[in-house]
T-cell receptor, first 115, second 113 residues
Framework: EPEVTQTPSHQVTQMGQEVILRCVPI?????FYWYRQILGQKVEFLVS????????KSEIFDDQFSVERPDGSNFTLKIRSTKLEDSAMYFC?????????????FGPGTRLLVL | AQSVTQLGSHVSVSEGALVLLRCNYS??????LFWYVQYPNQGLQLLLK??????LVKGINGFEAEFKKSETSFHLTKPSAHMSDAAEYFC???????????FGKGTRLHILP
């Protein structure tokens, strides 16, 4: 069964460093998302992406964050200058074409630790 | 703003017993409702979803959930728990026409032998 994959599974970085989290969505999906979960808190929406542009972003998704689909298979989340509070599990998701509310399929997550 | 409340961050049930995980949403208009499960070191897997077709929704692994508009609830149940059901369960909601999913804090289900 097709699945969303994410790399790396764990990332440790120093505060102020740039990180890029990578996702490979399901191949025929056209809508892509990033969510994050700070330890002990809710899974929170960060951004949605369709047709090579951001569809919606949350308040969390400030200028330090960016997303890109550099090729036909990868979808990346870049954090330009990491802060301690960026430590979280980051989930990528994708869905096929259709109305909002169609099932979003999630990857296993990347656990980011900022020291 | 849409929100989801899951009662109980941890729930323990004996193997073979009824599983009941509670979820309440805040919305005046019936939204899309979801239950996701996360097994250790894995992603979020969709268990079931409600999209207004039927109030009782059946999902994978013997789980089902009932949409009750009067109670703004979408509780998850399974008649007989199995050890393999031990995981974290997330209730989630999405407003009609909105593409983002709003998650609850999750309930970790423990199965006692």
């Amino acid at each position: 069964e097709p699945e969303v994959t994410q790399t790396p599974s764990h990332q440790v970085t120093q505060m102020g460093q740039e990180v890029i989290l990578r996702c490979v969505p399901i191949s025929n999906h056209l809508y892509f998302y990033w969510y994050r979960q700070i330890l002990g808190q809710k899974v929170e929406f960060l951004v949605s992406f369709y047709n090579n542009e951001i569809s919606e972003k949350s308040e969390i998704f400030d200028d330090q964050f960016s997303v890109e689909r550099p090729d036909g298979s990868n979808f990346t989340l870049k954090i330009r200058s990491t802060k301690l509070e960026d430590s979280a599990m980051y989930f990528c998701a994708s869905r096929e074409i259709g109305l909002p509310g169609e099932t979003q399929y999630f990857g296993p997550g990347t656990r980011l630790l900022v020291l | 703003a849409q929100s989801v409340t899951q009662l109980g961050s941890h729930v323990s049930v004996s193997e073979g017993a009824l599983v009941l995980l509670r979820c309440n949403y805040s919305s005046s208009v019936p939204p899309y409702l979801f239950w996701y499960v996360q097994y250790p070191n894995q992603g979020l897997q969709l268990l079931l979803k409600y999209t207004s077709a039927a109030t009782l929704v059946k999902g994978i692994n013997g789980f089902e959930a009932e949409f009750k508009k009067s109670e703004t609830s979408f509780h998850l149940t399974k008649p007989s728990a199995h050890m393999s059901d031990a995981a974290e369960y997330f209730c989630a909601v999405s407003d009609f026409g909105d593409d983002k999913i709003i998650f609850g804090k999750g309930t970790r289900l423990h199965i006692l032998p």
